[in-house]
């Protein structure tokens, strides 16, 4: 793909990306890209997300081997956030949960997460 | 509700909330909570955001009637991003469809979106 579309990203150059089990209707995570992982995720078919931690671009997937592959990927309204149908291969959290989305609200009080630093 | 969560908010002090609704499992929008949206929207049951382009708070629906009342809320692991399974009253999307995200991204080279401008 050699024309990007024209996507609006925030004053950090991201746009938030929802990815959805294309099969279950599940919501898996919600991810960030630049403008790179957008156009690495559009060329591979493989969703690519950049990560704020480590400042760096990341497949998801690469090290744990629970990738995301693309059925399709749609954009919002007003182009600031886009939702991404995929075919996860695995649970797509970093717990073992097939979605990061496993805890109710309520939840959250009684067992407070251990990463509560502010991302950029 | 008296205690709010252990939320990790961005710079910004807002959270992104994915909005699914909950009868046929598709995404209808992505929006932005401060601590008091999310405090307002447990406490009603009606989704409220943080319009960053207004700097206001809002219920969805406030004037258009297109509400979305709560089923329940999801945090994700690291507990810097909702996910909202609502009732949509008519179509979420100020357009007019049921979903914000009814555009391919394949068709918003040829159909750029109209609002451009980048929200803080």
Same mark, same amino acid.
């Given at each position: 793909?050699?024309?990007?579309?024209?996507?609006?990203?925030?004053?950090?150059?991201?746009?938030?990306?929802?990815?959805?089990?294309?099969?279950?209707?599940?919501?898996?995570?919600?991810?960030?890209?630049? #403008?790179?992982?957008?156009?690495? !995720?559009?060329?591979? =078919?493989?969703?690519?997300?950049?990560? @704020? &931690?480590?400042?760096? %671009?990341?497949?998801?997937?690469?090290?744990?081997?629970?990738?995301?592959?693309?059925?399709?990927?749609?954009?919002?309204?007003?182009?600031?956030?886009?939702?991404?149908? #995929?075919?996860?291969?695995?649970? !797509?959290?970093?717990? =073992?949960?097939?979605?990061?989305?496993? @805890? &109710?609200?309520?939840? %959250?009080?009684?067992?407070?997460?251990?990463?509560?630093?502010?991302?950029?």
């Amino acid at each position: 793909m050699n024309t990007l579309p024209p996507l609006t990203y925030d004053a950090n150059g991201l746009i938030p990306a929802v990815v959805q089990d294309a099969e279950s209707g599940a919501v898996l995570m919600l991810g960030w890209m630049n #403008a790179t992982a957008v156009a690495r !995720t559009l060329e591979s =078919g493989q969703v690519h997300f950049w990560s @704020r &931690r480590r400042q760096a %671009l990341w497949r998801k997937g690469e090290t744990s081997g629970h990738t995301l592959t693309v059925v399709d990927v749609h954009v919002d309204c007003d182009a600031d956030a886009l939702l991404i149908r #995929a075919r996860p291969a695995g649970p !797509t959290c970093h717990t =073992g949960h097939a979605t990061c989305f496993y @805890r &109710r609200l309520e939840d %959250l009080t009684a067992h407070p997460p251990t990463i509560t630093e502010m991302e950029p």
